[in-house]
């Protein structure tokens, strides 16, 4: 049994921060402004990264990872998601402006 957890749990521990971020997102699919492909893709990169990292438990990262709010908790990865899908419907917005100019244009 203790084997079994050695594995178990840090797999489990990348991939339940992703599962959340997706069932949230298609929770509130709907009500989100931008909610294309950049957003998705830059929120869970972002949540998947901070969780593989906060998994490996190096010291020193360990160490950066405890000043980040709700990492006590466990849900440090909320704010490198939060962090994501302000950027990514920065990005869609600044794309779809783009796109409508240079459409205007021709």
């Known amino acids: 049994l203790s084997q079994i957890l050695k594995v178990s749990v840090p797999i489990l521990g990348v991939v ?3 599962s959340i971020t ?3 997102f298609g929770l509130f699919h ?3 402004r931008y909610h294309s492909r950049p957003v998705y893709v830059m929120t869970i990169s972002f949540v998947g990264i901070y ?3 906060d998994m490996m438990n190096v010291k020193s990262i360990t160490h950066l ?10 849900f440090g ?8 899908l302000v950027l990514g419907s920065l990005y869609e917005k600044l794309t779809a402006s783009k796109s409508i100019s240079d459409i205007e244009a021709a």
Do not use: H, K, M, T
């Open 16 to 18: 339940y921060p992703i």
């Open 51 to 53: 969780s593989l990292i």
């Open 22 to 24: 997706l069932i949230a």
């Open 65 to 74: 990872l405890s000043f980040v709010p709700l990492q006590d908790e466990g």
């Open 77 to 84: 990865w909320i704010i490198p998601g939060l962090i994501g």
């Open 30 to 32: 709907d009500r989100l």
